[in-house]
């Protein structure tokens, strides 16, 4: 039976860890945080790296090398899935990736449908600097680059193969030169690795109900404290 290996990262205070609904039996579960948790019982907790010192998202870029990168901490998976901490898969998503014979899973962006769309709330939030925007602005314009989809990143699945490590390396420079926003590179990296995928059209932008048939789930920590 092949190996899964589900990832989660939390630096600050903004969440809390806690262990998930569903637990799969061929997947193994790791946080990466920068402070332990107690009560957690799935969580393999590990202390997270405090690399990131370009600007003032530190703590942002802290914990995404883990979503993006995670083959480099945990090597000898067949797959990787990640979750945000508010996040997890219902269905086995392994099985899920399998049924579909592709190299990755992804869900649509439950509001908007294309890159230049989160561009401009990220903007108007002030979630990143704006010449980091501005340049990632140029880049795809000089790229050629038709912005035709939007994917939200809460949470998703890959294999292993040589389009799915390429997607991941592509995805991560683009972080580093560019924007900490993952969402808004996700989309090119896939595009220019010709990564296979098959797309979930399933909202993950509300609180799903632990009842539902729904393939993953997105719940409030807050009210699990």
Request: with cysteine; glycine share 2%; hydrophobic share 35%.
């Amino acid at each position: 039976m092949n190996k899964g290996c589900c990832v989660t990262s939390i630096t600050g205070n903004r969440e809390k860890l806690i262990d998930p609904f569903f637990v799969h039996d061929n997947i193994d579960y790791y946080a990466f945080v920068d402070k332990t948790y107690s009560n957690i019982k799935v969580w393999n907790q590990k202390k997270i790296c405090d690399f990131s010192t370009i600007d003032d998202y530190s703590n942002r870029r802290n914990a995404k090398i883990y979503k993006v990168l995670p083959q480099l901490f945990l090597p000898g998976y067949d797959y990787y899935i990640w979750c945000d901490a508010n996040c997890i898969f219902k269905q086995n998503p392994v099985q899920l990736i399998e049924q579909h014979s592709v190299d990755a899973i992804f869900f649509y962006h439950y509001r908007y449908n294309t890159i230049s769309n989160d561009i401009e709330k990220i903007i108007k939030r002030k979630k990143d600097h704006l010449i980091n925007i501005d340049n990632y602005i140029d880049f795809l314009s000089n790229s050629n680059y038709i912005d035709d989809m939007l994917l939200q990143f809460s949470m998703f699945i890959t294999n292993t193969s040589h389009e799915s490590m390429l997607m991941r390396l592509i995805w991560w420079e683009l972080i580093c030169k560019f924007s900490s926003r993952d969402q808004i590179s996700g989309p090119y990296a896939i595009k220019k690795s010709k990564i296979s995928y098959h797309i979930i059209n399933q909202s993950l932008g509300h609180v799903t109900p632990l009842s539902s048939d729904n393939i993953g789930i997105k719940f409030h920590t807050s009210k699990h404290d």
